[in-house]
């Protein structure tokens, strides 16, 4: 005997399809999300979005603030009930979506190209700031500092 876990919403759904009592709108009650990828790299962090049906122009990027923007909006292809639709599934609306990045990102290197339906989001790493080492100098002299663990130097008798 397997053990299923009950879903009371789903058993709903199945319900009113049987009897053909919409009490659910498929499509009014979903708002559409795309589905995104974020991976990091040595060098760069990769964002990929699923955009099914959207074209490079009905997405916006934005930038600012170290807060990365994706936004658009995917028009319903159905705005009529005159062509026979028994049921729409797929979701359709604007989305935005922000991730907030590390401090230091250069806004000019970031990079995204459009390919069948995929986003892909390329952000380089900002650089590192590296401890800069400081050089000490004896106050009144000219003489550089002994090194730890080192012999002192055998200085001439007057």
Known sequence: MAIVRWEP???LRLLNSLFDTPTFPQSASRRWIPAIDLLETEGEFVLRADLP???EQDVNIELEDNVLTLSGERKSEHEERKQGYYRAERSSG???RTLTLPEGVDADAVKATFD???LEITVPKPEQRKPRKVQITVAGGSEPQAIEGSEPTPT???
Do not use: H
């Open 156 to 158: 001439a008798a007057a």
């Open 116 to 118: 069948r339906g995929v």
């Open 94 to 96: 604007s989305f935005r």
């Open 9 to 11: 919403v789903r058993e």
């Open 53 to 55: 049906g959207l074209a």
